[in-house]
Every structure is written in structure tokens, then in C-alpha cells.
């Protein structure tokens, strides 16, 4: 028989933990939710932020045309993104994309909580709220047309945290799910698989049990969502291609490697002044040592930080995949940097008002840079624009020879190819030298395409030459050369950007 004067003050302990469970959540969601919402206000004042966010709101208006994604649509990455825009136009219209930066503002809220839950769980409640103020207040620590743009990685981050969460939890098949979702948003969010796989290992190696079943949950939860979304391509094999083995020369080290170099440097330096007061417990550590005094504690280590440092690591090997170094690529490094630095100051002596009044310092430069960036390239893109919807009517096709596919977007016009670039048809990419740059070196078989593709739907009424100094000038392209110089003449010049229209008969 139960014994019920010990009985009831368990229940009601236990029921107070529910409560106070329940108000940390309901306190700390809504206060990071006005905080992601304030640091990403700046993302709603233009109408494009990035050639990523041009390319998919084209691409999403020619499936809703009836293209055929890794067919009569084609891009080197995965097919998440590319729906999720489509079905925002679809509810929403395609005239802006305000939508899209509402859900990466949700993107970026689910992170924050999820990173919240991990360092909740590793140093306590106020570790726990730092950290999902600290990943916000950080997630617009770069150039602005990085952060503030509803592109591949702030999508992918929520998913990512998610995959290491459930493998904190040895919840494998679920860590496997978590993964497959990252990386069909983006190739390099699979990254994070390192650190599931290390947690496994870590953990049957304490627990003494056997790895084979844990592994097999995680092979298929990441298994099963690729072959769904295989299933319902109509083009599989188009999407074995584009997202896995077309991309090889597009992945290379090139000739332009101080730029890179420059590049990656430069990201890095504007990404630490953001995160830089992470760095007072291991200063302050260091000093101590130096002057050979014990260092002091705030409270006992809670845990090997092992798997964090296997995350950061693996996220900065995806981060040098291919060598561009782009801005944005530094976004997957955030989660697993907020992480060890809340996880250091919560172990150490140093307080958090001087790590907090420097984040929230360096937040409000950033989001000040965001709202003065300039934006001398999108007035000129938004001009070319105008003029070509001048031009034509809705009818109409466009070609534009360039690596800015926002133009096909913003003038509302249908490209004449499913090459949105012309790095598809020279291979080349943005940064990188003119080394292995012309026709010869496109992606397999894409002039045949371009060419059938022109004969079998007419030429483009306009041709718009974006190329500016770039390798692949219509000069250094003679098939482009041939086409305008037989077809074309000139009829605007905006900035470095002509704009061609076909002869009349």
C-alpha cells in the first residue's frame, strides 16, 4: 500500500519542477524571439540581399511554371530551399520575399532554442538563456549580405543543432533524420555527422554496449529521407549529378588563391570581433597561469567539451569546401563557437556582464551596418531590371550573361535557359581566377543543351551582358560573341551592364 504522507510532497515537488520546467521556456521563448526579430529587422528593407536569394526566387518561379527541378531547373545544391520558396510563392505571391525572411527569422529562433536546451543541459539555466541571446545577438556578425539574406545556411543551422541535440540524448535514429534533413537543404550541413558519430563512439565505449544497432539507426534516419526525396523527384539521376558528382571542377582550388586567402581571413577577422568576449575566460586563464595562480571556477566542469570542438572542427573543414570562403559559409561555424564560448565563461571566474555588454555592443554596430550598408549593386541591378521589363513583355524570354540571377527576378521576366549563370556554361565561380575558365570547361553536355534550348524555344528577345571584367566576357566566349554580334545590337548601358535586344527583321 502506498504510503501517502511521502507520496503527496514528491507529487507536489515533482509538479513545482513542471512549473518552473515550464516558466523558463515561456519566459525565455518569447524574449528571444523579440531579439531574433530585432537583429533581422534590417533583412526586410530590401528587396534582395544576395545572388542566392535572386536564384532561388527564380528558380521557384519556373517550377511554378512547370519546370522540372535537375532539368529544366538546375543548381548545384540540394532541394529543400528551392521547394520551401515555391510554396511560399505559391501562398503568398512572388513579388516579394518577405515570407522568406519571416521563416529565417523562425530559422533563427529554433536555433537559439536549441542551443539554449544543450547548454541548459550542460551548465544550468543561466548558461542555458546566455546561450540562445548570444547565438542571436552573434548571427549578424558579418557583412549584412550575409546575414540578413534567407539563404542555405540559416536554414540548415536549426537541423544541424538538431542532429546534435538528439546524439546528446542517444537518440540515433532521430540524429540520423536530423542530418539527412541539413544536408538536403545544404551538401555541407552533413558536416555535422562527425560529431553524431563521435558521440556514439564516446558513449558506447562508457556504457560498455555494442555500436553496430545505434549505428544502423543512424544510417537509416539519414538513409530514408534522401530516397523520399529521390522518390519524388521525376530526375533523380539529375539529382545525383548536381548535388554530388557535377560539382568537381566548380570545387577546386583555382590560380586566385591570395584572394581566397584574403577572403577567408577576412571573414574570420569580422566574425571574431563579433564573438570576441568568448575570449575573456581563456585570457583570463592564461594570465592566471602566467603569474602561476590556481585558476578559479565558477562551478565544476559539467562534462567533456570534446564533442563540441569534433563539431566546431568539422564545421570549419565544410566552411573550406571548395575554397571560397564566402561570408555566409561562416554561419555554420556559430552554433558550435557560442557553445564552447558560454560554456567557458560559465566554468570560470569571469562574469557575464562584461561578455554581455560586448555582444550586444557589437550586435547594434552590425545591425546599424545593415540598416547604412550601401547598395550601389542593387540600384544598378534593380535599373537593368526596369529596363528590361522596358524592353519586352511578359512574354518574352531573357538571357542574362552574368553570375547576378536577381535580374531575371526583379524585372519579372522567364530566362531563355536553365542556366541561371554563366558559370554553368565556363565554370566559373565567384572569387576565383580566370584559370580554367571558357567554353570548354562547362558542365557536361551544357552548350548542347543552351543550343537546343534556343532552338527550340527562340532567341531571347533580350540579352543582357553582366559580365563587367570577368573571364567569361562575351569577347573570351565566341559562340556568345557569334550570337550578339549576328542577332543583337546594343540598346542601354547601365554602369558596366549592356543591354541588348534582337535586330528588327
Not at 530585432?38 to 544576395?50: E, K, Y
Not at 554496449?209 to 522518390?231: D, Q, R, S, Y
Not at 527562340?458 to 549576328?486: C, H, M, W
Request: charged share 15%.
Amino acid at each position: 500500500m502506498p504510503n501517502t504522507a511521502t507520496s503527496r510532497p514528491r507529487a507536489l515537488a515533482d509538479r513545482l519542477r513542471g512549473h518552473v520546467r515550464a516558466g523558463y521556456w515561456t519566459r525565455l521563448v518569447p524574449l528571444l524571439a523579440v531579439l531574433a526579430t530585432a537583429t533581422h529587422v534590417p533583412s526586410f528593407l530590401r528587396p534582395v540581399w544576395s545572388p542566392d536569394e535572386g536564384y532561388l526566387a527564380t528558380q521557384a518561379r519556373m517550377l511554378a511554371d512547370g519546370g522540372v527541378l535537375y532539368d529544366t531547373v538546375v543548381d548545384r545544391k540540394p532541394p529543400l530551399l528551392p521547394w520551401l520558396y515555391e510554396a511560399c510563392f505559391a501562398l503568398f505571391g512572388s513579388v516579394s520575399l518577405w515570407p522568406l525572411r519571416a521563416l529565417a527569422i523562425g530559422a533563427h529562433l529554433a536555433t537559439a532554442v536549441l542551443l539554449a536546451s544543450i547548454a541548459r543541459g550542460r551548465w544550468g539555466d543561466r548558461a542555458g538563456r546566455y546561450a540562445g541571446v548570444f547565438y542571436l545577438l552573434v548571427s549578424i556578425g558579418l557583412s549584412p549580405e550575409d546575414t540578413q539574406a534567407a539563404t542555405f545556411e540559416v536554414f540548415m543551422l536549426p537541423a544541424m543543432v538538431l542532429a546534435f541535440r538528439y546524439a546528446e540524448r542517444r537518440r540515433w535514429l532521430a540524429a540520423g533524420i536530423a542530418v539527412a534533413l541539413c544536408s538536403l537543404t545544404k551538401q555541407t550541413g552533413g558536416a555535422v555527422m562527425l560529431p553524431v558519430l563521435w558521440m556514439l563512439l564516446q558513449d558506447t565505449r562508457r556504457r560498455g554496449v555494442p555500436w553496430p544497432p545505434a549505428l544502423a539507426k543512424i544510417g537509416f534516419g539519414f538513409a530514408l529521407p534522401i530516397a523520399l526525396v529521390a522518390a519524388i523527384l521525376t530526375k533523380p539521376k539529375g539529382f545525383l549529378f548536381w548535388v554530388v558528382t557535377g560539382s568537381g571542377d566548380y570545387a577546386v582550388l583555382g590560380s586566385n588563391w591570395p584572394q581566397m586567402l584574403g577572403r577567408a581571413l577576412g571573414n574570420s577577422a569580422i566574425l571574431l570581433s563579433a564573438g570576441l568576449a568568448f575570449l575573456l575566460p581563456y585570457a583570463h586563464r592564461l594570465w592566471l597561469r602566467r603569474r602561476r595562480r590556481p585558476v578559479p571556477a565558477r562551478g565544476p566542469e559539467r562534462g567533456s567539451t570534446a564533442d563540441l570542438w569534433v563539431w566546431l572542427l568539422s564545421s570549419a573543414v565544410a566552411v573550406s569546401v571548395g575554397f571560397h570562403f564566402f561570408g555566409h559559409y561562416y554561419l555554420q561555424l556559430m552554433p558550435p563557437l557560442v557553445l564552447l564560448g558560454v560554456g567557458a565563461v560559465a566554468t570560470s571566474a569571469v562574469p557575464w556582464r562584461p561578455v554581455v555588454a560586448y555582444s550586444a555592443l557589437a550586435s547594434s554596430v552590425f545591425c546599424a551596418l545593415a540598416v547604412f550598408w550601401p547598395g550601389q549593386r542593387l540600384t544598378q541591378t534593380t535599373e537593368v531590371a526596369t529596363a528590361v521589363a522596358a524592353q519586352t513583355t511578359p512574354k518574352d524570354t531573357v538571357l542574362v550573361w552574368g553570375m547576378h540571377p536577381e535580374l531575371y527576378w526583379l524585372a519579372d521576366r522567364r530566362p531563355a535557359s536553365r542556366y541561371l549563370t554563366a558559370g554553368f556554361l565556363t565554370n566559373f565561380s565567384g572569387g576565383k581566377g580566370a584559370e580554367k575558365v571558357g567554353e570548354q570547361y562547362s558542365v557536361s553536355d551544357a552548350w548542347q543543351t543552351f543550343d537546343n534550348e534556343i532552338s527550340a524555344n527562340g532567341l531571347p528577345e533580350v540579352f543582357v551582358d553582366d559580365s563587367g571584367t570577368a573571364p567569361y566576357q562575351p569577347d573570351k566566349v565566341p559562340r556568345i560573341a557569334s550570337l550578339l554580334n549576328t542577332y543583337y545590337e546594343v540598346v542601354g548601358v547601365t554602369g558596366d551592364t549592356v543591354i541588348y535586344r534582337l535586330k528588327k527583321k
